[in-house]
């Protein structure tokens, strides 16, 4: 009768290292990849040259307490400047803790300026 322990097995080699470098592929992957699905057709826009080109479209800000804001100006300046320079592409971006009156104002006021279209920009939840 042998009464010796068993010879013991050599340990195996750890799947931990491997298990890291597939998350760190996994995540490569993630972060290169385009999440956006592909336009359905390939379309290259017109080049634009002269005084339309040049015309960039105009954004009125409303602050949270009400202050209008475009490039430099404040206030009622920003409103005349803004009226001066808008044309037919004109955004009003206002913050969502605006008061709902103080953008119906801001709204009247432009069509009474002759504005002929503003776009108020919001964000869908």
């Known amino acids: 009768m042998n009464f010796a322990d068993p010879p013991r097995r050599?340990?195996?080699?750890s799947v931990v290292p491997m298990?890291?470098?597939?998350f760190l592929l996994l995540i490569f992957f993630l972060m290169t990849s385009?999440?956006?699905p592909p336009e359905p057709i390939e379309v290259a826009p017109?080049?634009?040259s002269g005084e339309q080109a040049e015309?960039?479209?105009a954004v009125l800000y409303i602050g949270a307490e009400g202050t209008l804001a475009f490039g430099e100006a404040r206030g009622e300046a920003a409103l005349a400047a803004f009226v001066a320079q808008a044309g037919e592409a004109a955004q009003l971006r206002a913050d969502g803790r605006v008061e709902a009156a103080t953008v119906a104002r801001v709204l009247?006021?432009?069509a009474a300026s002759?504005?002929?279209r503003v776009e108020l920009v919001a964000v869908p939840q």
Request: aromatic letters at 0%; hydrophobic letters at 35%.
């Open 10 to 13: 050599s340990s195996t080699e």
């Open 19 to 22: 298990i890291n470098v597939v």
């Open 34 to 36: 385009s999440l956006t």
């Open 46 to 48: 017109p080049v634009a």
């Open 55 to 57: 015309r960039r479209e």
């Open 108 to 110: 009247r006021q432009l």
């Open 114 to 116: 002759g504005l002929p």
